[in-house]
């Protein structure tokens, strides 16, 4: 044997060496370089049909080998992608690329590579349209052909009952299409069809039509096979034969309570049978058979002993729950022979995948590793929450067959942070292959399902959030006592910032003169706050007793302060009361002192101002108005006459001879003259009417109420009658007398000085009169004790 034979040539006898190296040598080197060539060139050929394309199967698919065919487009939605194609009776899916416009009858030349799935499909890489022309003829389908897939990817044609109608986006798209869920056959069929138009959907519930579509199936996903699903191009391919019984909307009202009253099925579905090996049990509600990388979730109401890891069989009828494929009233027999099926350690991305890129685990056996981020005790599950490569998802075992009154075992204790491979059973929460990654969940058999692969370290999160809570606790403890300390201090400096605002304010009012006893009252108030509450009150000298004075006084500790005096007595006393129990405090000495200030400060500026008004209001020899108080009161009137269109009446009084008088007697005398004729004036005037002294000898009398002018000279003729008695007094005795003049408002003037001229205007008249009477006495003036 040669040096360089290899080890299987070792394995034969060198007479058989000899012999097929002599035969080589006879044959020619150009016929073995034409069969090599050949033999490439056949492996290399690429799908050149559409028929050699669809008659692969997945395992031919998986190497991906090369197509290059051309067939017509039965149908085409360019945001999904989805393509399919017919020639020559054999239909194919393919994958479809970006930017490209097709129709149904477009003639296209494919070329990709074929890639397996529920059944081989081509994953195109270029796209060419040749030409267009007629739209393959479709072939009548059952739906026992379609459920089958006998007519998978073929344009048909069915006879349908529309169940639904309804616009949806896509699964993968927001686009939206019509979804049509049907009857055909008595079997549940659904199609897609490519049209928005809402208005035709009226007519289609519970009609007869004819639908022309492309078949397909709805899958699971492991692309298993879950129903039956028709590609409709549009509304056109939708042929209503015969438009329902009865309009859906005026079927008369049925009662929720008696819904199931119109529940009617024929149950068609054909009972089937499985075998593998049980990976998970829960009595009286479900199992699962797996059987190499395929699996089954089967529904049963045994409650009869079954060992996890034995073989059994299963017989039940097919259905979809959800999107998910199931075998439902079933019957198991457990075969008491082990045959364990060993659990796939898998990612978390591995589990959340499926369809056409990546194969689905669903119902699967699966381990996969995590780091536990909490777990809790439910009333029908424990649950742990796990992490695992930037994915959550929830390990699950159940409880809910446990006995009514009996214990749960106890939750078994995993820390958080642990490192841990959870095994049991993958269920994902969309059964939909093309919606890319979905959430999953992990069912486990029993808490052995949870193996520790590596415990936290100390400075783990748990650790780390305890000491940080500790860390924020004394923080917080620190922090609330400062600001405590803080709030305090602010709200210290806020009760004197608020002392000296109100403090503040009432000297404001007091230089405002507002009125005394409300400016007092104040100053009480800010007494109370500045010592918590406690009642305060004024009592001031000769006057009342102002704020807050409690009614049992005799059960209260009283402090008082008496309000000084710029000179003379007290002006009262500022009290405030505290109960008995407590003890005298600088405050309250402090609080009363400032009290006292501002009392005294408001007291005397009051009466001031009254003095100061009273003097610029007032005549001071005869203390009756004055000139300015006079048309004061008059501007007023005025306004108020022509608001209400009244009259009143407006007197001028000037003495006779009032200069005699003063130089007879002296001013003294005079003044006292001028005194007692206000005061007899005075006497003759009706409340209301006002009397002011408009300086030296000449009065002025207001008369509001009157009706006519008649009203206004009678009380003219009152006061030329209190002169008839002599003003007799210490040494002297003077007959006097006055001119008066009268003016009306509005007949005389109708302003103050209107008023006011004419009233004197008619004075002087009067007066001027008199002197002309030569035969009216003079006044007489003659000293006391002399004729």
């Not at 070792?10 to 060496?17: D, F, H, N, P, Q």
């Not at 119109?262 to 797996?290: C, K, S």
Request: with cysteine; proline share 5%; net charge negative.
């Amino acid at each position: 044997m040669d040096a360089g034979a290899s080890e299987s040539e070792g394995t034969l006898s060198e007479a058989r060496i000899v012999r097929v190296r002599e035969a080589a040598r006879r044959i020619p080197l150009a016929v073995l370089v034409a069969f090599w060539i050949c033999s490439v060139a056949m492996a290399q050929a690429p799908l050149a049909s559409v028929s050699a394309a669809a008659g692969l199967t997945n395992a031919q698919a998986s190497q991906m080998p090369a197509a290059d065919f051309v067939a017509t487009v039965t149908y085409f939605r360019g945001y999904e992608h989805t393509l399919f194609v017919e020639d020559g009776g054999a239909a194919i899916y393919v994958n479809a690329g970006n930017n490209l416009h097709l129709v149904p009858g477009d003639l296209i030349r494919v070329q990709g590579v074929a890639r397996p799935s529920f059944r081989p499909y081509v994953d195109a890489r270029r796209i060419t349209v040749l030409d267009h022309g007629a739209v393959p003829k479709p072939v009548p389908a059952t739906f026992a052909e379609m459920i089958r897939a006998e007519k998978d990817c073929a344009l048909v044609t069915v006879h349908a009952i529309i169940r639904s109608a309804d616009i949806a986006p896509s699964a993968d798209s927001p686009v939206a299409t019509t979804f049509l869920h049907m009857l055909v056959d008595g079997g549940p069929v659904d199609a897609t069809v490519d049209s928005t138009d809402v208005s035709a959907l009226a007519g289609l519930l519970d009609a007869e039509a004819e639908i022309t579509g492309v078949a397909s199936g709805e899958f699971d996903n492991k692309m298993q096979q879950t129903g039956v699903l028709l590609h409709v191009q549009s509304l056109a391919f939708v042929k209503v034969l015969k438009q329902a019984g009865a309009d859906p909307w005026t079927l008369p009202i049925t009662p929720m309570d008696r819904i199931i009253t119109g529940y009617d099925v024929q149950e068609l579905t054909q009972r089937v049978h499985v075998q593998g090996t049980i990976t998970y049990y829960q009595p009286g509600n479900a199992l699962v058979l797996q059987d190499g990388g395929k699996s089954a979730w089967v529904s049963t109401a045994s409650y009869q002993p079954m060992r996890i890891g034995d073989a059994a069989d299963a017989t039940g009828f097919p259905d979809v729950q959800n999107g998910f494929l199931k075998l439902t009233h079933s019957e198991v027999v457990d075969h008491l022979t082990q045959a364990p099926v060993a659990p796939a350690l898998l990612t978390a991305k591995e589990l959340a995948s499926g369809g056409n890129t990546a194969r689905g685990h669903n119902f699967d056996l699966v381990a996969v590793e995590g780091e536990v981020i909490t777990e809790v005790r439910q009333a029908s599950e424990d649950d742990y929450l796990v992490s695992s490569d930037g994915r959550l998802f929830s390990a699950i075992f159940e409880h809910r067959n446990a006995p009514s009154g009996v214990a749960l075992p106890p939750l078994k204790q995993v820390p958080v942070g642990t490192q841990i491979r959870v095994t049991g059973i993958c269920m994902l929460e969309n059964a939909n292959p093309f919606n890319g990654e979905v959430p999953f969940t992990v069912l486990m058999r029993n808490f052995d399902d949870i193996q520790v692969i590596a415990k936290p370290d100390w400075l783990n999160v748990q650790h780390l959030t305890q000491l940080v809570i500790m860390l924020l606790v004394v923080i917080f403890f620190i922090g609330a006592r400062n600001a405590y300390a803080e709030r305090g201090a602010r709200r210290k400096i806020a009760g004197l910032a608020y002392v000296e605002r109100r403090r503040g304010k009432i000297l404001e009012d007091i230089n405002n003169s507002r009125p005394l006893a409300e400016i007092l009252e104040q100053v009480t108030e800010l007494v109370s706050f500045r010592l918590d509450g406690a009642p305060c009150w004024c009592q001031v000298a000769d006057g009342p007793k102002l704020g807050n004075l409690p009614v049992r006084l005799s059960a209260l500790r009283v402090a008082e302060m008496p309000i000084p005096a710029r000179s003379g007595t007290a002006l009262g006393t500022i009290c405030t009361a505290f109960d008995a129990s407590t003890h005298p405090r600088a405050v309250e000495t402090e609080a009363l002192s400032m009290a006292t200030g501002l009392a005294t400060l408001a007291i005397e500026t009051s009466r001031l101002y009254s003095d100061l008004v009273h003097r610029s209001e007032f005549d001071l020899l005869t203390d009756i108005q004055n000139r300015f108080s006079l048309e004061k009161h008059l501007d007023t009137l005025i306004h108020a006459a022509r608001q209400s269109a009244r009259i009143f009446g407006l007197l001028y009084i000037d003495l006779n001879d009032f200069k005699q008088v003063n130089d007879v007697y002296g001013h003294r005398v005079g003044d006292l003259y001028l005194q007692e004729v206000a005061l007899r004036m005075k006497r003759q005037l009706r409340p209301g009417d006002i009397l002011a002294r408009l300086g030296g000898d000449e009065f002025a009398v207001l008369v509001p109420s009157i009706r006519c002018r008649a009203d206004a000279e009678e009380i003219s003729l009152r006061l030329e009658g209190c002169f008839e008695m002599p003003f007799a007094g210490d040494g002297y005795n003077v007959n006097g007398s006055a001119s008066i003049g009268t003016a009306i408002y509005p007949e005389d003037g109708s302003s103050k000085d209107e008023l006011l001229g004419a009233a004197d205007a008619a004075m002087y008249v009067i007066k001027q009169a008199r002197t002309r009477r030569s035969a009216a006495p003079a006044p007489k003036l003659a000293r006391a004790g002399h004729k």
